[in-house]
């Protein structure tokens, strides 16, 4: 009898992480000799703690078909540190209820943490469960992969974003905003602020300075920048990372709160900037901080980040189907011209508890631009368009709505 599977999202969620979705999902489907009913959770690693399942059996192939150009996480998902005892041991008792052999976490390295975590209890207990993690994150720092489904279209919207935002700056530098400041995502690593300057084509055009957290924030630097920016092209648009730090590797933005992996909440390094910019050179600024908008825009998602995102969903079936447990589906860059890269699976024990620094030979020396290295290793990841269907004039994105299949077991009490 073949043994049912599972499939979860967890952590923040990409333009392209439904993607994997239906990569995994519809690679199932075409192995029901080997893999009977294909489980989703809700809302991620929470859902199977409560036995909130949906059998992505009854979802039609041309709906499934549509996880491909939707944005979000279709089943849901959620950040939540596994503990080990009573919610590890509930976790199998949900998988031995419903028969499950194969998991298929979907997440970034938090998320890694909480595959392995099972994998190894899985191993400890002597059960046999396949559990394999779908790469994604818009912050590209899993390591031993060239680069992590959902970072190449938040590459490709942010330097879309800061070139178009360049010339509204342009425009108006005369008479009113000298500055405008777009603020990233990227805690511990500037490799989406990096990406930005793929916008710039020569000295002066926009971003015209990047802040990467791998470069210590030095005031008088920074101002002195600006200043020259500003004298030369007339105003300055700037890129950077929520995760820029002082030579003392503090947080410019840093909270007083942590999230449930016990990283430090940040609290907005752009108007930190611009009051920086408006107290010291007077100049008129205007920020935004792209947030939410950078990870869900999927109307500008690269259609290379797409065609990944659904091969390592592919990958990660055909891995556990042929008796490759704890792995990861790694992106091999083969050659940068044309792109070319293959999948190979990786050792998930070596992507759980490690990150991957942005190279500092991507920047410039002065660390404010984007290197011919940084633009040579970017720059096929946000080639190709992969526009959604439109409807009226707006993407016609669906409300996701599933049945959950009747639960076998009693409620949970985390307490």
Not at 3 to 13: D, F, I, M, R
Not at 101 to 123: H, M, P, R, V, W
Not at 393 to 414: D, H, I, M, S
């Amino acid at each position: 009898m073949p043994k049912n599977a599972l499939y979860a999202q967890s952590g923040g969620v990409t333009p392209v992480i439904n993607a994997s979705a239906f990569g995994v999902i519809s690679a199932a489907r075409r192995h029901p000799e080997q893999i009977g009913t294909m489980f989703a959770a809700e809302n991620g690693v929470l859902g199977v703690l409560d036995e909130r399942l949906i059998d992505t059996g009854r979802i039609p192939d041309a709906q499934l078909a549509l996880l491909k150009a939707t944005p979000g996480g279709a089943f849901g998902s959620c950040r939540h540190k596994l503990r080990h005892g009573t919610e590890l041991k509930r976790l199998f008792e949900v998988f031995a209820a419903h028969d499950i052999g194969y998991l298929f976490y979907n997440g970034g390295g938090d998320s890694a943490d909480t595959c392995l975590k099972i994998a190894e209890y899985a191993q400890y207990q002597g059960i046999d469960l396949t559990a394999i993690l779908v790469p994604k994150t818009i912050d590209n720092d899993l390591p031993l992969t060239d680069c992590s489904p959902g970072f190449g279209s938040v590459a490709k919207y942010v330097a879309t974003s800061i070139r178009e935002a360049g010339l509204d700056l342009a425009s108006m530098a005369a008479s009113s905003t000298k500055v405008f400041i777009l603020e990233v995502m990227g805690r511990e690593s500037g490799w989406i602020t990096a990406a930005a300057g793929l916008a710039t084509h020569d000295d002066a055009t926009a971003p015209h300075l990047i802040l990467a957290p791998e470069v210590p924030f030095e005031p008088g630097r920074f101002l002195r920048a600006v200043k020259d920016t500003i004298a030369r092209v007339g105003y300055c648009a700037i890129v950077a990372s929520e995760g820029l730090r002082d030579t003392h590797g503090v947080f410019l933005s840093e909270t007083a709160s942590t999230d449930p992996f016990g990283h430090t909440q940040l609290g907005g390094v752009a108007p930190i900037l611009a009051n920086l910019i408006k107290a010291e050179l007077g100049h008129k600024c205007h920020w935004a901080v792209a947030d939410y908008l950078q990870r869900s825009a999927r109307h500008l998602a690269s259609a290379t980040d797409l065609t990944q995102a659904v091969a390592v969903g592919e990958a990660a079936v055909a891995y556990a189907l042929s008796g490759v447990k704890s792995v990861m589906p790694a992106i091999i860059r083969e050659d940068n011209e044309p792109y070319r890269w293959r999948l190979e699976p990786v050792p998930l024990v070596e992507v759980a508890h490690h990150d991957k620094p942005l190279p500092l030979e991507y920047l410039t020396s002065d660390g404010f631009h984007l290197s011919p290295a940084g633009r040579e290793y970017f720059a096929p990841l946000i080639q190709g368009e992969a526009p959604p269907p439109y409807v009226d004039g707006l993407p016609a994105y669906p409300r996701w709505q599933f049945e959950l299949v009747e639960p076998k077991l009693t409620r949970f009490n985390a307490d």
